[in-house]
């Protein structure tokens, strides 16, 4: 079974700081990896979906890349700004629909 | 597009009842999962429904059941209720499967007492 595990637990860094979420997955043979963002009592908001064929995906200030090797993928935020405050989730699949999450970063960006 | 909806928001129910939950998909997806979320747990997957067949089912008691109908909207039940069931279930749609990204939909915050 699949577990996805995600160091720290809680972030909190300056405004305009550039930080990296971690994510850690047992099997390698994913099917892909996704990013989340979730704000409290909401539901998710996807960021970033890498395929297993991918290295990396890039949106706007967010990058994620993936090592199947490793077992490992990172979200990189550039410039964070104060509207980033919320829980991070990665979650993968090895088959199917079936995704199995990690237990989240709280992030919080201090102005 | 209107986005995933869920209903209700919220529930509030006694141990021993039972409770259904809908989620209407975002028009042309035909891939509904459900999660179920709790601060100790975290988020759990429940099962996948495709063209009205459950394709993949979690690790969850026989009391978590679901469907999906033509339109690809689709219910979870729940029997019963146990307060360890308290949570925020959620379901996500998207195209078919596996490649695709999901959306999720706000969720329905179950209390049972």
């Known amino acids: 079974k699949q577990e996805v595990t995600q160091i720290p637990a809680a972030l909190s860094v300056p405004e305009g700081e550039n930080l990296v979420l971690n994510c850690s997955f047992t099997d390698s043979a994913i099917y892909n990896l996704q990013w989340f963002r979730q704000d409290p009592g909401k539901g998710l908001t996807s960021l970033l979906l890498i395929q297993s064929s991918q290295r990396e995906q890039t949106s706007g200030r967010l990058n994620a890349s993936l090592d199947k090797s490793s077992g490992r993928s990172t979200l990189y935020i550039a410039a964070s700004q104060p509207g980033d405050s919320a829980t991070y989730l990665c979650?993968?699949?090895?088959?199917?629909?079936?995704?199995?999450f990690g237990t989240g970063t709280s992030l919080t960006v201090i102005p | 597009k209107a986005g995933v909806t869920q209903t209700p928001r919220y529930l509030i129910k006694t141990r021993g009842q039972q409770v259904t939950l809908s989620c209407s998909p975002i028009s042309g997806h035909r891939s509904v999962s459900w999660y179920q979320q709790t601060p100790g747990q975290g988020l759990q997957f429940l099962f996948e429904?495709?063209?009205?067949?459950?394709?993949n089912k979690g690790n969850f008691p026989g009391r978590f059941s679901g469907r999906q109908f033509s339109n690809s909207r689709s219910e979870m039940n729940v029997s019963t209720l146990e307060l360890g069931d308290s949570a925020l279930y959620l379901c996500?749609?998207?195209?078919?499967?596996?490649?695709?990204?999901?959306?999720f939909g706000p969720g329905t915050r179950l209390t049972v007492l």
């Open positions: 979650a993968a699949t090895n088959t199917g629909n079936q995704f199995y």
């Open positions: 996500a749609s998207s195209q078919t499967a596996g490649t695709d990204t999901q959306y």
């Open positions: 429904y495709f063209s009205e067949t459950q394709r």
